[in-house]
């Protein structure tokens, strides 16, 4: 299960890079009905659809799953001590 969190936050990570990369930052500026220089209005809506979704993903989720897998470990030893059957001597 950590593995599965930490992978999809390194994944929520690469997202946003591969996005930023591809110069969709400059799409958000249809939020403002700006018009885009030169592309469709569809195109770029699109793009920036997907820049901020990425870019959400990376900074909200992305820690909260790192953290999550940083709690999950110690949790689980400890619930497997409390289950642990007590023997009586």
């Given at each position: 299960m950590r593995r599965a969190?930490?992978?999809a936050a390194l994944l929520l990570g690469a997202s946003f890079a591969v996005c930023h990369l591809a110069g969709l930052r400059q799409d958000v500026s249809v939020i403002a009905l700006t018009?885009?220089?030169?592309?469709?209005?569809?195109?770029?809506?699109a793009g920036a659809v997907l820049y901020l979704a990425s870019y959400f993903g990376a900074t909200l989720l992305a820690p909260a799953l790192v953290l999550g897998a940083l709690v999950y470990g110690p949790l689980c030893a400890l619930a497997r001590a409390m289950l642990r059957p007590v023997s009586r001597v």
């Open positions: 969190f930490l992978g018009p885009p220089v030169q592309e469709s209005f569809e195109r770029a809506a």
